[in-house]
């Protein structure tokens, strides 16, 4: 590890001592009180991966979060979004960085601010490197970087008889010079900024007006020569520069979201890391590709080739995607309206699994696995027969894949008709507000570990087919059976004298689906950190 690094990771020790944004249920009984006065909402202190592509803004949690400077979420106690360690950073918390960092190197190498501010942009903030650079050649660090130190600092200044490179004007006028003593007419420069700014978004590498001279316009020199609307969007560039240089920062993709997020995981292991992070506005993203929601277990890679095959061959697998199947016994149309797959025929009551139309009594047993994909016996010769056993095998895992979104989106109204029943749990019970927080929890649980499943099928996949895939798809398979039991259980009606029996069977199963889901999550990312990796892909993998 360089120094780099090892600085970096003391920079995170100070984070260490932040009380941390749990929302588990203890939790939630504990500060009961508190809870409430702030104007509690069971679906606001974290937003599920589900419904996380819109980018929904919490105001209360993005501030509270945003202050103790950390995102963090958790699921029936087991973390899920905290396998990573990062921090959420507001616009003020980056400028303050930038001021720590600024003087510091002024500090060390007795520079003004402004130079100081110039060499770390130049450097991508990369302090050691600078100053190392600096120590062996000062003049040519500071040269490369586009400084001239010496000369006065830049004010304007009105010269008699001065003629403009740039207009010609020989009016006496407003004028500036850079240190580099190239001057020019203070509407020449401010239209020359200007234009930087505005039409090429340019802030930090702006170079003096002089033919072939690379001094760069330090932001002070700025100030003096465009309006304040041009300052305010400089400054704003300048800023998100400071973000853009760092590859271990990133700036949150949800719409209008002025977030950053800045994780410590080494650049070069980001593909294998999948660290999902949670902004302070509840955006869920993956670090490492930036894509929307959690993808884990499956690696940024597999995911870009995933997406890709789906989108190329959509029109064969759009017909998965439909509500409505026939019942294999009697054929009458059968529509599904929730998240859950056991499916019972209204008509002839013939009990079905949704995905892959089996009879249900054989879901569960220990020979059933519904998520594996069986190869047919019959040895491929003709390559036709190849081709149809190929698509066969993308449908199988495709029809999972987009099942899961399927109920995930079919869920989306279980939250509605989940705080429905919470208030009628309160009416018909003695149970407190906070005491039917279990129903929240476990909708909540729901949609996150389904989006994990969702994802363990984009990786089986690509898996070559050996034992620790096995293993694998044996995990995939007992998570699948108690979400499924969970989910069948949120959909039956609430019964009033057996609510204290539903309040322990949703807490258990919530439970234990959250304790399968942190053990596949586990095991899985293990297998991608050993020496050699556990997973075989089934096509080359350039990480
Ligand atoms: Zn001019
Ligand atoms: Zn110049
Ligand atoms: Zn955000
Ligand atoms: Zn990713
Ligand atoms: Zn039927
Ligand atoms: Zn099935």
Redesign the pocket.
């Known amino acids: 590890m360089s120094d780099a690094e090892l600085d970096y990771s003391s920079e995170y020790e100070d984070y260490q001592d932040d009380v941390e944004f749990d929302d588990d249920m203890a939790d939630l009984t504990s500060e009961a009180g508190s809870v409430s006065d702030s104007g509690f909402s069971p679906f606001g202190t974290s937003t599920p991966a589900s419904a996380s592509a819109g980018g929904q803004g919490i105001l209360s949690s993005a501030s509270s979060s945003a202050a103790k400077g950390k995102g963090r979420a958790s699921i029936g106690g087991e973390d899920l979004y905290g396998q990573v360690e990062y921090k959420v950073l507001s616009l003020k918390q980056l400028e303050e960085e930038q001021r720590r960092a600024i003087e510091y190197v002024e500090d060390m190498l007795k520079l003004k601010p402004e130079s100081a501010a110039t060499l770390l942009r130049y450097f991508n903030w990369k302090k050691e490197k600078l100053i190392e650079a600096y120590m062996e050649d000062a003049e040519v660090t500071l040269e490369k970087a586009g400084i001239r130190e010496g000369g006065a600092q830049p004010r304007l200044k009105r010269v008699r008889g001065f003629v403009c490179d740039v207009c010609y004007d020989n009016e006496t006028k407003e004028t500036l010079a850079l240190t580099c003593d190239h001057r020019f007419c203070k509407a020449c420069y401010c239209h020359y900024l200007t234009s930087k700014i505005i039409d090429e978004g340019e802030s930090r590498r702006i170079e003096c007006m002089g033919k072939d001279c690379h001094v760069i316009v330090d932001e002070k020199t700025v100030e003096l020569l465009v309006p304040p609307d041009i300052l305010d969007r400089y400054r704003l560039l300048l800023n998100r520069t400071y973000v853009d240089d760092n590859p271990r920062m990133r700036w949150c993709p949800a719409p209008n979201c002025e977030f950053a997020v800045s994780c410590a995981v080494a650049p070069r292991s980001l593909d294998v890391t999948i660290p999902t992070v949670q902004c302070a506005c509840g955006h869920i993203f993956c670090f490492g590709c930036q894509l929307d929601g959690d993808h884990r277990p499956c690696c940024c890679p597999i995911v870009k080739r995933w997406m890709k095959k789906c989108k190329d061959d959509s029109e064969t697998s759009n017909w998965i995607s439909a509500n409505t199947k026939e019942c294999t016994k009697c054929h009458s149309t059968i529509e599904k309206n929730g998240g859950c ?1 056991h499916m019972t025929c209204k008509k002839c009551k013939w009990e079905f ?1 949704w ?2 139309m ?1 009879p249900w009594s054989e ?1 569960g047993t220990s020979w059933y696995n ?1 998520s594996r994909y069986e190869e047919k016996a019959d040895n491929y010769k003709d390559a036709q027969s190849k081709s149809r056993a190929a698509l066969e095998r993308y449908l199988h895992y495709y029809n999972r894949f987009s099942n899961h979104e399927q109920s995930i989106r079919l869920e989306a109204d279980l939250y509605v008709r989940t705080e429905k029943k919470m208030e009628e749990l309160q009416e018909q019970s003695t149970l407190s507000w906070i005491e039917v927080q279990f129903l929240a929890k476990a909708v909540e649980t729901l949609g996150k570990v389904r989006t994990v499943l969702k994802w363990t099928y984009a990786m089986a996949f690509y898996l070559e087919k050996n034992n620790f895939t096995q293993m694998f798809e044996d995990n995939q398979n007992d998570l699948e059976q108690a979400v499924e039991s969970l989910s069948e259980l949120l959909e039956r009606p609430l019964e009033e004298d057996k609510i204290a029996e539903l309040r322990q069977q949703t807490t258990d199963k919530t439970v234990y689906v959250a304790k399968r889901c942190k053990v596949l999550l586990d095991d899985t990312l293990r297998g991608y950190e050993e020496e050699p990796p556990r997973w075989i892909w089934q096509e080359p993998i350039k990480f």
């Open positions: 797959n699994c995905v892959c089996g879901h519904c």
